[in-house]
């Protein structure tokens, strides 16, 4: 089993910036693809970034290209997203997750292991 658990979230305003940490236990870090997703009241949960086990390709949707970054860091076994000029519409439940495929796409599908989620909210 791998545990996922993720820290950062918060109560932020408009045009800030924010930091969320995922830190995986259970399984090698390396076996997984990590991704971040999130989720507002009353939709689906949508993709955000993902970074690939094979060949570290490093993919954005479109609402947070240029906005958001995703890195990981291996010895700590820990994936970030750091997000910057945040927006009201960014305010969702943001979900750390792992694949176990070496290049997953953004179907949550694709990601067989969760974590609890974490609260970020942006005051206009």
């Known amino acids: 089993q791998v545990q996922l658990v993720e820290s950062g979230g918060g109560l932020v305003q408009t045009g800030d910036s924010l930091s969320l940490s995922c830190a995986a236990s259970?399984?090698?870090?390396?076996?997984?693809?990590m991704g971040w997703f999130r989720q507002a009241p009353g939709k689906e949960r949508m993709f955000v970034a993902r970074?690939?086990?094979?060949?570290?390709?490093?993919y954005y949707s479109d609402s947070v290209k240029g906005r958001f970054t995703i890195s990981t860091d291996n010895a700590k076994a820990t994936v970030y997203l750091s997000m910057n000029n945040l927006k009201p519409e960014d305010t969702a439940v943001y979900y750390c997750?792992?694949?176990?495929?070496?290049?997953?796409?953004?179907?949550?599908?694709?990601?067989?292991?969760w974590g609890q989620g974490t609260q970020v909210t942006v005051s206009s």
């Open positions: 997750a792992a694949a176990l495929r070496g290049s997953p796409s953004s179907n949550p599908s694709d990601y067989g292991y």
């Open positions: 970074i690939t086990r094979i060949g570290g390709g490093i």
């Open positions: 259970g399984r090698p870090f390396s076996w997984f693809s």
